[in-house]
């Protein structure tokens, strides 16, 4: 399975009116991995998920899920979108929200299944929200808001998941819940694309990094590319966070967060 | 109850609940404003209809005036998406100019064609659509107003129940209905054209103002009201009905308009259950 790219990325370019957001931006990632999109605020990681899922236009370039266009391959990604993307006082339970994962282009018009009812229940006890599956989502914290997002890719049953800063704003429980569960994932030969803006915890999640700044800075194991130099090309000015960082790399392999600290 | 009054309050209930369905997802999807445009810009193809039709009785011409409500989405689409214009000010332009330009063929027609003045135009009335009735081999089979709606409603129904997963992911999360390959524009063109179809059918009744008070107090309230879509829709559909049957006796009450007093009734019933939810909370924080 390895050796195979998951997801191909050629001469990709994104302009918003005229500007630049991606430029020219070219890489192919492995499977089974977790991998991690860097890079600082602003820089074109969500555009970048967006363009691989056609969800913007592209204005040069193309994309290739397993050798193939996403039209072919679109029930084997899930999408995991930026929590602030949607309205949470929506009127709907977690359940509801979960079961959008199973939701079909073209069974929709067709009654969900036995099966698929299970696999949404699965999917619900894999983020821990059996508890508040009758819930609004309106009334859950952003880290129960986030395993909300997940369990709804999970339900779909992909093998590669794409999920936008699924880490911001969310509890340290739910940061381990997630994290125990991307590593299940992995060790069951899934592919997670993370995209992720905080370098300090960069060296803990991911396998596999992608450096980002409009261009393609770097991207190769996280232990090879995780380098003074590249953080330097792609947090550029950003110097507080830089000496941070340096000190960080020096200091590598360093565990950040000890075992123990985090809860219990 | 006399028959003419049971006639008016089916016509009026069969508008109400079509609005109310529509409403539930305009307002999920923060687009009542589009909603309000559409009902609008209607006129200039009423007119037209109208105006071409010199009997009154061809609802093809009318299905052909629903296609301006369309258009108006398109235009507002394009100069809020392409021409990168503000949202607002795209509605604002596009519905207005298009509402004006129906009041001036109206104006310009309307001594050859007394059925249809701005007054009817703006406000409708509904307590006069008992007047037109279909009668067939001396049966009484309704109005013509009814049978102007009741398609639309049978649609609207079947649109909403067997499509609802599309319609409940495309109002959560359009991105993500996207991400799933699923044909987003087409489902909000088929949407916004019901939306069209309905203010131009339940325009003669209650009018292009007025319609969008169906389209948005009771949904909007039931939104207070509940946590769950399929939920919500009943509600708003139950406050429609409540809000017709109370509105069609206060306005013989007081002699007013009724599509008028329907419409101050649902905005009564808005601030109550405003008032109620308040006075709930008010409590649970002195407990
Ligand atoms: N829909 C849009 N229209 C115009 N500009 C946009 C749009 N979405 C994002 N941008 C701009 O593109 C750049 C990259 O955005 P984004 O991909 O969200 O970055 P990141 O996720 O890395 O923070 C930003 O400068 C942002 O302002
Ligand atoms: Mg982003």
Redesign the interface.
């Given at each position: 399975m390895k050796g195979k790219s998951s997801i191909e990325v050629h001469n990709l370019s994104v302009t918003y009116?005229n500007v630049p957001v991606l430029w020219d931006i070219d890489f192919s990632l492995p499977q089974g991995q977790i991998i991690g999109i860097v890079g600082p605020n602003g820089s074109g990681k969500s555009t970048l998920l967006?363009a691989i899922?056609?969800?913007v236009p592209i204005s040069s370039g193309f994309v290739k899920i397993m050798d193939k266009s996403l039209?072919l391959v679109?029930d084997l990604?899930a999408?995991v979108?930026q929590r602030e993307?949607?309205?949470w006082n929506?009127?709907?339970?977690v359940e509801?929200?979960v079961m959008?994962g199973r939701?079909?282009?073209n069974k929709?018009?067709n009654r969900l299944t036995k099966i698929d009812k299970e696999l949404v229940q699965e999917a619900i006890a894999k983020v821990k929200l059996e508890k508040y599956k009758d819930r609004?989502i309106?009334q859950l914290s952003g880290g129960q808001q986030q395993r909300v997002f997940i369990a709804r890719a999970l339900a779909q049953g992909a093998d590669i998941y794409i999920m936008d800063e699924p880490f911001v704003g969310v509890d340290m429980a739910t940061e381990k819940t997630i994290l125990d569960l991307l590593i299940l994932m992995k060790n069951e030969g899934k592919t997670i694309i993370i995209v992720h803006h905080d370098i300090q915890t960069v060296s803990n999640f991911f396998d596999y990094i992608v450096l980002l700044n409009t261009r393609l800075i770097a991207h190769g194991k996280t232990s090879e590319t995780l380098t003074g130099e590249n953080l330097q090309a792609t947090y550029g000015g950003q110097l507080n966070l830089l000496t941070k960082i340096q000190t960080l790399i020096k200091a590598k392999d360093f565990p950040l967060r000890e075992e123990g600290f985090e809860d219990k | 109850m006399s028959l003419n009054d049971f006639l008016t309050l089916l016509t009026a209930a069969t508008i109400g609940l079509s609005c109310a369905i529509l409403g539930c997802f305009l307002v999920l999807r923060k687009v009542v404003m589009v909603g309000d445009a559409i009902s609008h810009s209607v006129l200039p193809g009423i007119a037209i209809a109208y105006i071409v039709s010199a009997n009154f009785n061809s609802s093809l011409l009318l299905i052909g005036a629903a296609i301006f409500g369309v258009i108006t989405t398109l235009i507002i689409d394009f100069f809020h998406k392409k021409l990168k214009l503000q949202e607002d000010a795209s509605i604002g332009i596009t519905f207005t100019w298009l509402f004006a330009l129906g009041v001036i063929i109206i104006t310009l027609f309307t001594e050859s064609n007394t059925d249809l003045d701005q007054d009817c135009v703006l406000f409708g009335e509904l307590s006069s659509s008992f007047l037109d009735k279909i009668i067939m081999n001396d049966y009484l089979i309704g109005t013509r107003s009814f049978w102007m709606i009741f398609p639309v409603f049978l649609i609207i129904v079947i649109f909403v129940v067997r499509g609802f997963k599309g319609l409940l992911l495309i109002s959560f999360n359009e991105e993500y209905a996207k991400s799933k390959g699923i044909h987003v524009s087409m489902w909000n063109l088929i949407f916004m054209s019901l939306v069209s179809i309905t203010t131009v059918m339940s325009f003669e009744s209650v009018g292009a103002v007025l319609v969008v008070g169906l389209l948005v107090i009771p949904p909007a309230t039931a939104y207070i009201l509940s946590n769950d879509l399929k939920k919500m829709i009943f509600i708003a559909c139950g406050l429609t009905l409540l809000a017709c049957i109370l509105g069609f006796y206060f306005s013989i009450l007081i002699d007013v308009s009724m599509s008028s007093m329907v419409i101050v009734t649902c905005g009564m019933l808005f601030f109550s259950v405003l008032a109620y939810e308040k006075l709930k909370k008010m409590l649970k924080s002195k407990k």
């Open positions: 009116q967006k899922m056609d969800l039209g679109r990604v999408y979108p993307s949607v309205d929506f009127p709907a339970s509801d929200v959008m939701y079909k282009k929709l018009f609004q309106a | -």
